[in-house]
């Protein structure tokens, strides 16, 4: 469900950054730009990218290096999966306090045109790691469970 959830949030981020840039883009053409239309833009491109990260990631559709796991056997790149995906899970809950600290020292700090508190764009790095140790962390059960197959 908060797969479908995630895909949603993206599908709605990525059609109101399309409508909002070529809304803008026509304003200016016009002669009466939006001035706050890039910063909103921004804001919920990044947004975007954070969803597109982790459902990207769930689907093993991160860039990866696979040279190493191709010439081993079976067994041990069980092994070496399960230690990555726990490598991963302990940099970024250990990455996660400072994302929290950061996002709490930008939100005086206000932005562009609309004054937008500049946690509302930091922020997304917190929710990015968590999301991202939920999805590793349902992997590595299931790496966990799976068979060794041969």
């Given at each position: ?18 409508l909002l840039v070529g809304a803008g883009s026509v ?124």
């Open positions: 469900m908060i797969n479908r959830i995630e895909t949603a949030c993206a599908a709605i981020l990525l059609t109101a950054v399309v304003a200016r053409a016009m002669g009466s730009p939006i001035i706050w239309s890039i910063e909103v833009a921004q804001l919920l491109f990044l947004w975007l990218c954070i969803f597109s990260i982790d459902l990207a990631l769930q689907q093993d559709r991160h860039f990866g290096l696979s040279i190493l796991l191709d010439n081993v056997p079976p067994s041990v790149r069980k092994a070496i999966e399960i230690i990555n995906i726990v490598v991963l899970i302990g940099l970024l809950t250990y990455l996660l306090q400072f994302a929290w600290k950061n996002m709490v020292l930008m939100h005086p700090r206000l932005d562009g045109a609309l004054q937008t508190p500049g946690s509302y764009f930091h922020a997304s790095m917190l929710v990015g790691f968590l999301l991202m140790i939920r999805t590793l962390t349902v992997q590595l059960v299931q790496a966990i469970r799976q068979k060794v197959v041969t």
